[in-house]
């Protein structure tokens, strides 16, 4: 009996471990993807293709 209660408890702890990986990776995946267009702006207000050529051209 004390082996299965052993058992059980085993189960539930991996059980929340992997519930918190879980978690933790869709909130990143949220994160990345609310920040993309965001990013995607930033660098197209800075690094106008323009300045790029011209820096390559010298």
Excluded at 12 to 29: D, N, P, W
Aim: hydrophobic residues 45%.
């Amino acid at each position: 009996m004390a082996k299965k209660n052993g058992n059980r408890f085993l189960f539930h702890r991996e059980l929340a471990k992997q519930l918190v990986t879980l978690s933790t990776s869709a909130f990143g995946l949220a994160a990345a993807l609310a920040w993309n267009e965001t990013i995607q702006q930033t660098v197209r207000e800075f690094i106008e293709p323009s300045r790029v050529q011209e820096f390559y051209q010298d």
